[in-house]
């Protein structure tokens, strides 16, 4: 809108100028309108250059944000399901060494109530 108001200026400029000057004062508003023309597109050309910079940037950006949360993401469930496995191997160590102290005990104890036994069989084989 600021380029075109100032095209409309530039213009009216030029066709006053047309009616009051003469051929040299004309070329040189031309030249200076040209001036400002180019002038202001490359202005406009820079611009559009930076800001599609500051656009890839952020686009490149966004992607690696994605990839680190991902990866991130990915070694989560990872560290999760060796976290379950691992419970998962104590819980079953515990539950056999539990089952070997209880088989171990009753070793023991059936071990000891047949030593009873032989005893008591050999006291009464001998008081008879």
Not at 8 to 16: E, H, I, P, R
Not at 28 to 50: F, L, P, T, W, Y
Not at 83 to 107: F, H, W
């Amino acid at each position: 809108m600021i380029q075109f108001f100032k095209v409309a200026v530039l213009s009216l400029v030029f066709s006053a100028s047309l009616a009051f000057a003469d051929e040299a004062e004309l070329k040189q508003e031309i030249a200076v309108r040209d001036s400002v023309m180019q002038e202001q597109g490359n202005a406009c050309s820079v611009e559009k250059d930076s800001l599609r910079a500051v656009i890839e940037t952020e686009k490149a950006k966004s992607e690696n944000w994605e990839k680190s949360y991902n990866l991130v993401k990915k070694d989560n469930e990872t560290c999760a399901q060796m976290l379950s496995t691992s419970i998962g191997v104590n819980e079953s160590k515990q539950k056999k060494a539990d089952e070997d102290n209880r088989a171990a005990a009753m070793a023991m104890s059936s071990s000891f109530m047949g030593g009873v036994g032989i005893g008591l069989l050999v006291m009464w084989l001998i008081m008879k």
